[in-house]
C-alpha cells in the first residue's frame, strides 16, 4: 500500500513562488514514476509535471519555465518549486503515481494565487 503526504501550499500574491513536497511511505518510492496533477474548482485534474525514476521531467505548456519537479529518492519525497504564479495557477495539487493495478493520490494541497 502506496501513501502519500503533500504539502506546502498557501496563499501567495501573483509572481510569488511556493514549494510543494510530497512525502511518499514504503521503501520502493526510487522504483515508480511520479506526478503533479492540480484541480481548480468546477475543471478536471489536469497533469502538471512528471517525473521518472532516472528524474527524466515533462511539464505541462502552461508552467514550463515556471515550475520545477524534482526528487530525493533519499527521502521518499518529491517536490514541485512554483516560481511567478499566476492567478490560474490556483487549485488543489496532488501527487500521483500510476501502477498496472491502479493509481494512488494524495489528500491534495490548496495552492491560492491572489493579490
Known amino acids: 500500500q502506496v501513501q502519500f503526504q503533500e504539502s506546502g501550499g498557501g496563499l501567495v500574491q501573483p509572481g510569488g513562488s511556493l514549494r510543494l513536497s510530497c512525502a511518499a511511505s514504503?521503501?520502493?518510492?526510487?522504483?515508480?514514476?511520479m506526478a503533479w496533477y492540480r484541480q481548480a474548482p468546477g475543471k478536471q485534474r489536469d497533469v502538471v509535471a512528471t517525473?521518472?525514476?532516472?528524474?527524466?521531467?515533462n511539464y505541462a505548456d502552461s508552467v514550463k519555465g515556471r515550475f520545477t519537479i524534482s526528487r530525493d529518492n533519499t527521502k521518499n519525497t518529491m517536490y514541485l518549486q512554483m516560481n511567478s504564479l499566476k492567478p490560474e495557477d490556483t487549485a488543489v495539487y496532488y501527487c500521483?503515481?500510476?501502477?498496472?493495478?491502479?493509481?494512488?493520490w494524495g489528500q491534495g494541497t490548496q495552492v491560492t494565487v491572489s493579490s
Open positions: 517525473i521518472t525514476t532516472g528524474s527524466n521531467t
Open positions: 500521483n503515481a500510476q501502477f498496472a493495478w491502479g493509481a494512488y
Open positions: 514504503g521503501s520502493a518510492f526510487r522504483l515508480y514514476d
